[in-house]
């Protein structure tokens, strides 16, 4: 049984860390080598790096700041954002990234995965899918959330899973900065469809929160961002309150 992990996530824009709600609404949540310092302090058990605008821009994740915080690190880190080649993917490892992170290249070349995987093996390939309802229906997004395409997202997590993905990072657009909750319904269909591990992302709010996800789902990890940055939730109390909880956490 998989430990569960808490995953703060730093959206980069134009080099700083930004926070939106459903995928707008952008505004600055601080330096993002100063977060992630403060996070391995803290506990994290990962860090997840997005280059929110890179695929929009038609440009490369910055390679150069992935560099410094990996140098200030020593947990998992995974980096996504404007990643569409084997090329991208080695200058992200060379740069001290442990797994990369890819949405809007996968749906265009869904052989992508397969090629990372093969590469550099299944355990460093994490396909983020943002989940949007269209009438009534989970699709996948892409382009950062704002493009719609006809993937049905539980066939489409199937699918990159056959194809090497180790990991899914599942964001639902509704919940996304709402901190109403984590979207459970759609979390725990597609974690209980899939071998591989899922990590819930969008709404979190409160402690209970992640205490949902973790009971109600098979996620294996929960990530957040602007609860964290802004200090609304401390990831050591999280921690000692899922502990309590009997959830079986890192401490």
Not at 136 to 160: H, Q, S, Y
Request: aromatic residues 6%; proline residues 3%.
């Amino acid at each position: 049984m998989l430990k569960k992990r808490i995953i703060p996530c730093l959206d980069i824009k134009d080099g700083q860390t930004v926070k939106g709600v459903n995928f707008v609404d952008i505004r600055n949540a601080g330096d993002p080598i100063e977060l992630a310092k403060r996070y391995v302090k803290e506990g994290a058990d990962e860090l997840v790096f997005l280059d929110i605008t890179a695929t929009v821009d038609g440009r490369k994740t910055f390679a150069a700041l992935v560099e410094q915080i990996a140098h200030e690190i020593n947990i998992p880190f995974t980096v996504g954002g404007g990643i569409s080649s084997i090329e991208d993917v080695n200058i992200l490892l060379n740069a001290g990234a442990d797994k990369v992170s890819i949405n809007s290249a996968a749906v265009r070349t869904p052989s992508l995965v397969k090629e990372i995987a093969d590469e550099f093996g299944s355990q460093f390939v994490v396909v983020a899918i943002d989940a949007g309802l269209v009438d009534n229906e989970w699709k996948v997004f892409i382009k950062g959330g704002r493009e719609a395409t006809e993937l049905d997202v539980f066939e489409w997590a199937k699918k990159v899973e056959e194809l090497g993905a180790g990991e899914i990072l599942l964001t639902s657009m509704q919940n996304d900065g709402t901190k109403a909750g984590f979207a459970i319904d759609l979390t725990n269909k597609l974690s209980a469809d899939l071998r591989i591990p899922v990590i819930a992302s969008g709404g979190a709010g409160s402690s209970e929160h992640f205490k949902e996800v973790f009971e109600q789902t098979e996620a294996t990890g929960a990530l957040a961002a602007s609860v964290f940055h802004f200090g609304e939730i401390p990831i050591p109390k999280l921690k000692a309150f899922l502990s309590n909880q009997n959830i079986d956490i890192r401490l």
